[in-house]
């Protein structure tokens, strides 16, 4: 296979990694990428640390197993609970993977009171911790769970009144307290960014890693001399472990573009296709 052939593995627990999907299609759009989204165990994120490591080690020998050479973490909580040991059970793979957006955020409040989105698991992770202590010295960092919220996204609601209410009561009381700044740490939030611009007013500034992970991703392949010269838009294969016609609808409303979607079965811890 030539080098602009070979594919990008991305995955996230369900539709989220497709907020890091399209900031990595605007930066890198000939890339061919197969996407795997885990949906039949999505939530990930109110889940022991040691399934989602062993979903995550199975999704990355599936992707390779179909001819992925890097592999794109986008699951906040996946890179939480696994990145170091898929560098580690996968030695010869370049990972990318995602943690909280607390420097830039802390750099950049003047009220020095941030606001983060994550999950149960993300928060409760020693990456978030070591994040924590590295950047965030003299901010006060607001946490919120937003219980509900990665459902509401995947039902392909990211704007109705149900979600609404989800974000209404987590960011309520932060801005009372008086954040200046919400860090997305889930891939799935950058989705609800209209609804939280909405609710926090326009001077909140709202930190969506997506375009950050992509500018890495790209300085990744050019540094693998994977790099190629832009021609024309790479093919996109989805796999879902949930219903491939669901998957499908979601597409054109998160991703804004389409492509086959396979459903692949879990079978005792391992995925079939
Ligand atoms: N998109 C995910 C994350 O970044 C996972 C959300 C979930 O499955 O709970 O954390």
Redesign the pocket.
């Known amino acids: 296979m030539t080098k602009a052939g070979i594919p990008l593995g991305i995955f996230?627990?369900?539709v989220?990694?497709l907020s890091v999907l399209k900031a990595i299609r605007s930066q890198i759009p000939s890339r061919p990428v197969l996407y795997f989204a885990?949906q039949g165990?999505?939530?990930?994120?109110?889940?022991p640390v040691e399934e989602v490591r062993e979903f995550s080690e199975e999704i990355a020998r599936f992707l390779l197993g179909l001819g992925a050479r890097v592999i794109v973490v986008?699951?906040?909580?996946?890179?939480?609970a696994a990145l170091q040991y898929l560098r580690q059970v996968f030695p010869e793979t370049p990972f990318v993977g995602?943690e909280p957006a607390v420097k830039p955020a802390a750099e950049s409040t003047q009220t020095g009171v941030v606001g983060v989105l994550?999950?149960p698991?993300?928060f409760q992770g020693a990456l978030y911790a070591s994040v924590v202590e590295r950047f965030a010295s003299g901010v006060t960092l607001l946490q919120d769970t937003c219980p509900g919220l990665?459902g509401q996204i995947e039902r392909g609601e990211p704007d109705s009144p149900a979600t609404r209410a989800i974000l209404e009561k987590a960011l309520r009381p932060m801005l009372e307290r008086g954040i200046d700044t919400v860090v997305l740490?889930?891939?799935?939030?950058p989705f609800v960014i209209p609804l939280i611009q909405e609710i926090a007013g326009p001077d909140v500034r709202v930190i969506d890693p997506a375009p950050a992970v992509a500018r890495q991703t790209a300085r990744l392949l050019a540094s693998l001399g994977m790099q190629v010269a832009d021609s024309g838009r790479g093919a996109l294969e989805f796999f879902t472990s949930g219903l491939a016609d669901d998957f499908s609808k979601l597409l054109p409303l998160f991703l804004g573009e389409n492509g086959p979607v396979r459903a692949v079965r879990w079978l005792e811890g391992k995925l079939a296709l």
């Open positions: 996230d627990s369900g989220g990694g885990d165990h999505v939530p990930y994120g109110s889940r986008a699951c906040n909580t996946a890179s939480a995602m994550a999950t698991a993300t990665v740490g889930c891939t799935h939030y």
